[in-house]
């Protein structure tokens, strides 16, 4: 009776070990594509990812680089101040997007050129992701309005 009880202990806990690791595995697969890892423009330059990556981008739209073209198609190109990525983008720019300005996109590099699927800008005047922030100050191109 007791040698009963104890192989029937081991039994719920190896298959509860196995119901836990089944579980975690099934986490971790299921919340792969939800894990987007930012990459400044020198990185994606000299590193470029697969085109099935998706990741997120940040710096400084580039001075003359903004085209709108037919339709909701805008392309630009952002830079960290070492290299310049050209990017693509089909949908409503927020109100706050233009040359000069720090953005931060999510989507995929394709044949050289960085397909958006979504493009953030700056809040208001004086605020940058600070991403972005930490990717410019690397590259000695941003200095801190804060500081004097």
Known sequence: MRGLKKQRRI???VLAMVFLTASVALIIYASQDSFNFFRPPAEVAS???????????????EEGSLVRGQGETITFAVTDGAASIPVSYTGILPDLFGEGE????TGRLIDG?????EILARHDETYMPAEVIEALQEQGVYVDPNES
Do not use: D, K, S
């Open 11 to 13: 039994q719920i806990i």
């Open 47 to 61: 590193n470029p990812p697969p085109p099935h990556e998706v990741f997120r981008i940040g710096g400084l739209v």
């Open 102 to 105: 720090g953005m931060v996109g």
């Open 113 to 117: 050129t960085f397909e958006a699927t």
